[in-house]
């Protein structure tokens, strides 16, 4: 993690009032030139010469600055005698509205709620309004991924909630999700969950699960990222032995992975008042499943990056790690946590601090193993509690009111994961303390959205000055533009950057 440098003035929403125009003509139009949808609505750019005007992220072709003025406002501009610009609707954004983004979530909402009433993506794209390539677009845009990609995973979805809900024979689950065959459903299912659609219905009532990996799978890659805070409470890895504290439905609960090259064993814990018990009843094994795939991120299109990787003849950044992941946090919350905690300090001492504040506000599970603290604990801490940790008084008040606006059902995380990339960082940055690095680190560590970069990341930055063999490294500006080649794969180039310049990591034997 490293310092976030882009917090010290929050996002305002999209209806605040706007601001007056203390920048520059120049710093302006900087920002018009890379697209910096940061900017939208704190000015407005108006085209003279073809009586537009614009949000300073619209994909337009870029204007000469001599015929370019800057307004505070929608109203200003219209005052000016500039029409709206049909592309990026500055009207709609300035009142809060984006009727082309809600249509989308709207037909995405309709895939995800009935799979099955969807056969191909064609259908999606006549039930669109929209034409295929304008589709691909916009999809790829708010929700990071492709229609096809919407398709399956709402069907795949759709049949985990029969396989744990129902009695129904596999053929038919298929069938009602939409699938073509059994053999292409069984297919996906493995290839997103790690494991067939009988062992997924037999989590009913398991205490324990194994999922498999697949083939490459860089073992080496995810201990580290397992590894990498030493100062935990709440996880520990012993050789290939990860142990995890982590919040269910139905409470605290210990997972224990033994990692494989080939699978990974999972077994769950839930703690009694006296003990550890073993092979209790598991409701929510379903929901253990669902965090170890995230750690292990199994869910990811890892082949299809490293693809795109050498395509672009950029094939050293995959080298030796081509199926590499980003491995999830157990939770949301705990990313929050980490975006809040980890600005403007280095990591170990980001460890640190996490880890008081984690004995501050949970409690012991198992020997030397907390419970993972909950938004609630955390809003009930005052700022005197955080202080005598070296929290400063900052970091304290934006980690206190941030927990208070989830403690207050102000802040819905679980829904997070259901929006729109667009709508989730929209929602982020309007909390102050988010700036663009915290937000999108979050979507890429916790929410699994696949095209974030936590610009101004010295990771990356360093990453692409080796990578692209550049003198110096890349401002943000230079960052996003540099980075636009992997979209839609952004956040799977990102951590790829993060190992590039690291050594190898070894793996101890297997037993």
């Not at 459903?185 to 699960?209: C, I, K, M, Q, V």
């Not at 699978?263 to 814990?269: L, S």
């Not at 990453?463 to 500006?477: I, N, V, W």
Request: glycine fraction near 6%.
């Amino acid at each position: 993690m490293v310092a976030d440098r882009s917090i010290s003035t929050p996002i305002s929403a999209p209806n605040a009032t706007p601001r007056p125009l203390r920048m520059s003509h120049a710093q302006m139009y900087a920002r018009l030139l890379a697209s910096d949808a940061a900017y939208n609505g704190r000015f407005f750019t108006g085209v003279l010469t073809t009586g537009i005007y614009c949000l300073p992220s619209c994909k337009a072709r870029k204007p000469k600055p001599e015929n370019v003025r800057f307004f505070p406002t929608c109203e200003a501009a219209r005052a000016a005698g500039l029409r709206p610009c049909r592309k990026c609707h500055p009207d709609d954004f300035a009142r809060g509205a984006d009727p082309v983004l809600e249509d989308v979530e709207t037909l995405v909402a309709k895939v995800r709620a009935n799979p099955a009433a969807f056969p191909d993506t064609r259908a999606i794209v006549r039930r669109s309004g929209f034409g295929p390539t304008r589709l691909f677009e916009l999809v790829r845009q708010h929700f990071h991924t492709t229609p096809a990609d919407v398709l399956v995973r709402a069907r795949i979805a759709s049949a985990k909630r029969r396989l744990l809900e129902t009695g129904a024979g596999l053929l038919e689950i298929a069938e009602a999700a939409g699938f073509e065959s059994p053999s292409v459903f069984h297919e996906h299912f493995r290839r997103l969950n790690g494991l067939t659609p009988s062992a997924y219905r037999e989590l009913r009532d398991a205490g324990t699960f194994t999922l498999m990996l697949p083939a490459g799978y860089p073992l080496g890659y995810l201990r580290r990222a397992l590894s990498r805070d030493v100062h935990s409470i709440t996880e520990r890895l012993e050789g290939n032995r990860y142990t995890g504290a982590v919040q269910l439905s139905t409470g605290h609960a210990i997972l224990q992975l033994e990692l494989s090259p080939a699978a990974v064993r999972v077994e769950i814990f839930q703690p009694s008042a006296a003990s550890l018990t073993r092979g209790a009843k598991h409701a929510s094994g379903a929901e253990a499943h669902a965090v170890v795939v995230g750690l292990l991120g199994l869910d990811q299109d890892a082949a299809a990056f490293g693809r795109l990787a050498k395509k672009l003849g950029l094939g050293r950044l995959v080298a030796g790690r081509p199926e590499l992941r980003i491995s999830q946090t157990p939770s949301v919350f705990d990313g929050l946590l980490w975006s809040i905690i980890g600005q403007q300090i280095n990591f170990t001492f980001a460890c640190q601090l996490k880890r008081r504040l984690i004995e501050r506000s949970s409690r012991p599970l198992a020997p030397g193993l907390h419970a993972p603290p909950t938004p609630a604990a955390v809003a009930a801490l005052a700022e005197a509690d955080l202080l005598p940790l070296q929290f400063s008084r900052q970091k304290a008040d934006y980690l206190l009111a941030t927990s208070r606006l989830i403690a207050d059902g102000k802040l819905h995380l679980e829904r997070l994961q259901a929006m729109s990339a667009t709508r989730a960082e929209r929602t982020l940055l309007a909390i102050r303390g988010l700036g663009p690095w915290s937000v999108n680190y979050l979507m890429m560590r916790s929410l699994g959205f696949a095209d974030c970069v936590p610009l101004g990341d010295t990771g990356v930055t360093s990453g692409l000055q080796s990578l692209l063999k550049l003198e110096e490294r890349p401002d943000a500006d230079a960052t996003r533009r540099l980075m636009a080649i992997f979209s839609p794969s952004r956040s799977l180039a990102t951590a790829h950057l993060w190992q590039l310049n690291q050594p190898v990591p070894s793996t101890p034997p297997m037993p």
